[in-house]
């Protein structure tokens, strides 16, 4: 075994243990550590929680740390937490920047999964120019501690170079990945056209208004169906979903695990990803492009990695009016229809996994080895 590697993040499961959360960062945990054991590497994670422990996979752990308290958005309890018991490991990578810091491992890297505070609201969280200079000094002190930064966009990369154009050679840009083997043709349903949002059942996703648009557009085309595919954070949230859709005819709502997706999305024609905030170069939008939808997204962190406004996909502001509008003009043109999700079946190959893997293991060797 080359060395053991300490994986921090906040939540792979929720905290009391009893619900594994099914998004992207967690996906692309699973990823990560798969990589790490093939390279010869041991893996621990810890997580914030109550005292449980739980196999992540055969052999790797993932420890708890009760500890749960936000300061001025960052957790410099759960830093000192992990750094205090990883003392046995050899490397470690944070996997949300925030959490680097104020202190790391003398070999890490650290992960962002792009910027998390262009949320509505996020200035609420810091109400007074002292906290937001305060979160601005540690978020430097987390981003310069790390000896790599694995950035998933170049959104966070442009940020950080014009706020701190010293930290400019700590980041490495290595956009998520899609599993294009696993995407076939797609099965066309001559009297339907589908229209999937394939997110988590949060306002930040632009659920509420995709929510109001398949309320329209379904009573107006009655050869549309609308598709809601994704976890909330709560069973109640996703019985509240689930009553709603069955009280809208072509509406349906419903979850299935991440290796369901793929034959899922065969049987789509359009995708939402209408985000309003905390977004990288979105998984879910990457597996839309893999399987040849016509892909409707925002200008919103790295999603404008991954679309070209009417090459690939549509770029729309996240409105109800906008989305509507959006999904209105793939309704009624099939041709842009589909030339739009051949384009992004094609642009998917440039974010092939192979290609993931090849750019991570050139910085592991780089601060590991």
Not at 28 to 41: A, C, H, R, S
Not at 153 to 171: C, E, G, S, V, Y
Not at 276 to 293: V, Y
């Amino acid at each position: 075994m080359k060395g053991k590697v300490g994986i921090l993040t906040t939540n792979f499961f929720n905290p009391e243990g009893n619900r594994i959360i099914y998004g992207g960062a967690e996906r692309y945990g699973f990823e990560l550590t798969k990589l790490l054991i093939d390279l010869g590497y041991g893996v621990r994670w810890w997580q914030i929680g109550t005292g449980w422990k739980k196999e992540l996979l055969p052999g790797v752990d993932i420890c708890t740390i009760p500890e749960t308290k936000n300061d001025l958005q960052t957790f410099p309890n759960v830093n000192q937490h992990f750094y205090e018991q990883a003392m046995d490991v050899d490397y470690a990578i944070y996997f949300v920047t925030f959490l680097a810091y104020p202190q790391v491992l003398k070999k890490s890297i650290s992960i962002s999964h792009g910027i998390f505070w262009d949320y509505p609201g996020f200035d609420s969280q810091l109400p007074t120019e002292v906290e937001r200079k305060e979160w601005l000094r540690r978020m430097h002190i987390a981003l310069g501690g790390p000896q790599k930064i694995v950035s998933v966009d170049t959104n966070t990369i442009n940020w950080a170079n014009a706020t701190w154009p010293n930290l400019f050679h700590k980041f490495e840009y290595i956009p998520n990945f899609v599993d294009t083997e696993q995407y076939q043709s797609r099965i066309a349903h001559p009297d339907k056209i589908r229209v999937i949002f394939p997110r988590r059942l949060t306002y930040v996703r632009g659920l509420n208004e995709t929510v109001r648009a398949a309320e329209v557009l379904t009573k107006k085309y009655p050869q549309v169906e609308f598709h809601f595919v994704g976890r909330g954070h709560t069973d109640q949230l996703e019985a509240e979903a689930l009553k709603w859709a069955s009280e809208h005819e072509n509406i349906y709502y419903y979850w299935q695990p991440p290796h369901a997706m793929p034959e899922i999305l065969r049987h789509m024609d359009i995708a939402l990803i209408p985000t309003k905030g905390t977004e990288g170069t979105s998984l879910a939008c990457l597996e839309a492009m893999a399987a040849g939808c016509a892909v409707i997204a925002s200008p919103v962190g790295g999603l404008s990695d991954l679309i070209i406004d009417g090459y690939d996909g549509l770029l729309v502001k996240p409105t109800p009016t906008d989305l509507i509008d959006g999904i209105e003009l793939l309704i009624n043109d099939k041709n842009q229809r589909e030339k739009l999700g051949a384009n992004a079946r094609a642009v998917a190959a440039a974010f092939s996994m192979e290609r993931w893997r090849e750019k991570w293991t050139k910085v592991i060797s780089e601060v590991f080895d």
